[in-house]
């Protein structure tokens, strides 16, 4: 099993459309964990970390689910801006944070 | 908020030369800093780990003497590629990172062609 997984998508959603991301990674023992976005050409920009209680900023909604080892990734009210490549990253403590290859999301007007 | 400053943003050299790519963390001390490596349409690839003043940590398959890889302070790394080659043509970029289960900072890339 890979350290960390994501469905590469592409995921096309209309504008306005309620978009959901899962990440799932191997090792029980991580400890942190991070969306980034990275758009074409560009380097990844962090988008939000993740914590154990969920966390929320604007549209986005970001939860960590520790028995079932996933995070998520909850986009309202998508935006044509929103369409990016969306990364998952998760630390496991003694090794490099290690990265999904990311989900790529398109919005369409 | 952290930021990571990367030089050059763009090069285009001829197949032979070495090309050095520099990697700052401006307002913090970077105790890691990591190179990656992105092909057109493809996920980031991690290339090195580089802790200052210790031998950068190579992922397998990369060339530790072809991507030479320098951290001489807590905010500078550098990444040498020598004798480039037209495959070596990529995006670069290097994050850096201070505390541990701090988030990775971005430089904003180099893209590297080789003619």
């Known amino acids: 099993r890979k350290e960390v997984e994501q469905d590469p998508g592409p995921f096309n959603v209309p504008e306005g459309a309620t978009v959901a991301f899962n990440c799932t990674y191997s090792?029980?023992?991580?400890?942190?964990f991070f969306w980034y976005r990275q758009d074409c050409r560009k380097e990844p920009k962090l988008l939000m970390s993740?914590?154990?209680s969920g966390n929320e900023d604007g549209r986005f909604t970001a939860q960590l689910n520790r028995a079932s080892q996933y995070i998520s990734l909850l986009i309202r009210d998508s935006k044509l801006s929103d369409s990016a490549t969306y990364l998952c990253v998760v630390n496991t403590g003694n090794t490099p944070l290690v990265f999904g290859k990311g989900t790529r999301l398109s919005v369409i007007a | 908020g952290a930021v990571v400053s990367q030089h050059p943003s763009r090069v285009i050299c001829k197949s032979g030369t070495s090309v050095k790519i520099e990697c700052r963390s401006l307002?913090?001390?970077?105790?890691?800093m990591f190179w990656y490596r992105q092909f057109p349409k493809k996920s980031l690839m991690l290339m090195a780990t580089?802790?200052?003043?210790?031998?950068?940590?190579?992922e397998q398959g990369v060339e530790k003497d072809k991507f030479l890889i320098n951290h001489a302070s807590l905010t500078l790394s550098t990444l040498t590629v020598t004798s480039a080659h037209p495959e070596d043509s990529s995006f670069y970029i290097c994050?850096?990172?201070?505390?541990?289960?701090?988030?990775?900072?971005f430089g904003n890339g180099t893209r590297l062609t080789v003619t």
């Open positions: 993740v914590y154990s």
């Open positions: 307002d913090f001390q970077a105790t890691t």
């Open positions: 090792n029980s023992a991580s400890q942190s």
């Open positions: 580089s802790n200052e003043g210790s031998k950068a940590t190579y």
């Open positions: 994050s850096a990172t201070g505390a541990l289960n701090s988030p990775l900072h």
